[in-house]
């Protein structure tokens, strides 16, 4: 089940956190993973402030999309729970939500660059990731 996060708890939180650090480690391995160490507490304070729809299976969230105005910031599934599609139902909800959505995706990561493809998004710009060195596309879906 799909639901809107409105007001975070520190549990949902922690929840989230955990799976934003591990699928960044599993999705990105040509990236350090102290990289996403040292950013782990910019990214604890961003959630919080982001538009977050999250997947949950009983009561454990299992997935979760990150929305600044319309950039996805990533979308993020538990290990356990990948392709079930509930990376795919995350994404239908935020196009739902919005008429425009952007984000960047590492060259590297060809899985998540064709899951955005086959989901109707356009790459309109390469460039590097300053921080990181690695080649990124950036992709726009419109309605």
Known sequence: MITKIENLTTNELEEILTIWLAANQEAHPFI????????????KEALPLAELYVHRDKDKITGFVGISETYIAGIFVQHD?????IGQKL???SKNAHSTLTLSVYAKNQPAY???LKHDFQL???QLDDTTGELE???IWEK
Not at 32 to 43: I, L, M, N, R, T
Not at 81 to 85: K, V
């Open 32 to 43: 350090p993973s102290a990289y996403w160490q040292d950013h782990f507490a910019e990214v």
């Open 81 to 85: 729970y990948r392709n079930q599609g």
């Open 91 to 93: 994404l239908n909800e």
């Open 114 to 116: 064709n899951f955005y």
């Open 124 to 126: 309109v710009n390469e």
């Open 137 to 139: 596309y950036q992709l």
